[in-house]
């Protein structure tokens, strides 16, 4: 199996502090932020950030859900680590400052790919 990564990155008009407190309030901010493609998001622990254990289901394609169940790191530095349990995917959300009153928030997340044919 190949490791597979996708990344994509915004600059957000608020300090990195502010942001990076939105993506770790598991509780309230982030299923606001959470497109249709995801379902069923349950907090199971914690709920801000180090410690949180996170379920949801992911429509990856429209044959394929993933039933995630994420456990939540802060390792340092401005980054938030979801880990999750089911799969071999890690997703590491990095909040640096980008200007006065800006943040830039990169998320990247990496998964052992399938092998064979489809």
């Given at each position: ?7 994509t ?60 169940l ?47 044919i489809?």
């Open positions: 199996m190949a490791q597979v990564e996708a990344t990155e915004r600059i957000i008009a608020a300090d990195p502090e502010t942001v990076f407190d939105a993506l770790a309030d598991y509780e309230n901010t982030r299923a606001k932020l959470l497109p249709q493609q995801f379902s069923e998001y349950e907090v199971r622990e914690g709920g801000d950030g180090e410690g949180s254990l996170v379920h949801w289901k992911l429509q990856a394609t429209s044959k394929r859900v993933r039933d995630c994420l456990e939540v790191t802060e390792p340092s530095d401005g980054r938030l680590v979801e880990k999750d349990r089911n799969s071999s995917m890690v997703t590491t959300w990095t909040v640096t400052p980008a200007g006065e009153g800006r943040s830039k928030a990169v998320v990247t997340t990496v998964w052992d790919g399938a092998g064979g489809g």
